[in-house]
């Protein structure tokens, strides 16, 4: 050893008492399976983040949660479910116009042939109604978000 070595080793042996060998054991780590290393590593990455020894930004947008949903914990009720106290509600697609339209008279003409011819007149008349983009000499965003939602609603017809 160096001399800063011994220096530090005198010191270490001043507070804390001689090195007994005697003492020290052969420890062997049990074995253990791949999922309990998993877990082990896992739980020690919790600790050292908690701990503020490190960031876990980077880390945490590789993995990928284990999530296990107990049944026992979930409450259905009518189209929503509640798990651990907070709701979850179905998200369902909304119709277009044109579905709307065509169920609201089926319900009305018993789905005839009449139904089709309206449902299409009508989208007709719709279509035959909307303006035309204005003209944007200026530049004016104001005529420019006139114009998108023109084109918007054009495209969806």
Known sequence: MFGIEKDFQ?????????LNKDKM???????QTPEQVDEG????FRQAIKDGVMDATPYLKQMKPKIEID??????????IYYHGIKY?????????????WDLLKTKLNNTLDCDE?????????KDTIPEPLEN????????GYNTAIKDIVENF
Do not use: W
């Open 10 to 18: 005198k010191l270490m042996e001043k507070v804390y008492g001689p």
């Open 25 to 31: 054991t052969d420890f062997q780590p049990k074995p």
């Open 41 to 44: 590593l896992r739980e020690a």
């Open 71 to 80: 049944p026992s914990l979930i409450l259905k009720s009518g189209d929503c």
């Open 118 to 126: 309206l449902t299409d007149g009508v989208m007709d008349l719709i």
């Open 137 to 144: 000499k200026f530049h004016s965003e104001i005529i420019q």
């Open 89 to 101: 509600q179905k998200v369902e697609q909304p119709k277009s116009f044109y579905n709307k339209l």
